[in-house]
């Protein structure tokens, strides 16, 4: 997950200011430029990081 918000930050202007997590989900503290609206921001971070867990655990997809 780390490795994604990375590569987030940098393909993006959004930065990470902490990540943090409770039983079954994720919480990230982010702060960005000005230009990017608040949904657009969820919208990257949530797309980028679902594809990502869906295809390194294909049996969260399945439960969801």
């Known amino acids: 997950m780390k490795e994604t918000c990375l590569e987030i930050s940098q393909r ?3 930065g990470f200011v902490e990540i943090g997590n409770d039983e079954d989900h994720v919480h990230f503290l982010v ?3 000005p230009t990017l609206a608040v949904n657009r921001i969820v919208t990257i971070i949530k797309s980028i990081t679902a594809r990502e867990i869906f295809k390194t655990h294909k049996e ?3 439960i969801l």
Do not use: G, P, T
């Open 12 to 14: 993006y202007e959004i």
């Open 60 to 62: 969260v997809k399945k």
């Open 31 to 33: 702060q960005s430029a």
